[in-house]
């Protein structure tokens, strides 16, 4: 069955004890969701073996690491990152920063941290 989702029916979610996460579409073989990074804050280095992820930003500025390699993104931007290629997002700037990342299959429970390169 359809069903219109939006912030305020997704299932909420907290990680890395101040960001936050919500499920927008939740199933074995697709998941998007959408996250909101605080300035300074970031996720651990790891990979994933099988997802394939696609970061998308909505609104801030964001830095992801990618195999060693940084790229800096803006609002309207995204990238695409490949199973087994070890990444890192973070906020570096003093503003919160909105995206989304969608994930085939999905990439909860397909995690690796690994220590942080950078």
């Known amino acids: 069955?359809?069903?219109?989702?939006?912030?305020?029916?997704?299932?909420?979610?907290?990680?890395?004890?101040?960001?936050?996460?919500?499920?927008?579409?939740?199933?074995?073989?697709?998941?998007?969701?959408?996250?909101?990074?605080?300035?300074?804050?970031?996720?651990?280095?790891?990979?994933?073996?099988?997802?394939?992820q696609f970061f998308f930003i909505l609104n801030g500025k964001a830095v992801i690491g990618i195999d060693g390699q940084l790229y800096n993104l803006s609002a309207n931007e995204g990238i695409e990152v490949e199973p087994k290629q070890v990444h890192q997002f973070r906020n570096e700037s003093e503003d919160d920063v909105k995206f989304i990342v969608v994930s085939s299959p999905k990439s909860h429970g397909d995690r690796v941290d690994v220590e942080n390169l950078s």
């Open 1 to 52: 069955m359809n069903k219109v989702v939006n912030k305020e029916n997704a299932l909420h979610y907290i990680w890395g004890e101040i960001c936050d996460g919500w499920h927008l579409l939740d199933n074995d073989k697709l998941s998007v969701i959408m996250e909101r990074v605080p300035p300074g804050k970031s996720e651990k280095m790891h990979y994933h073996n099988e997802s394939r």
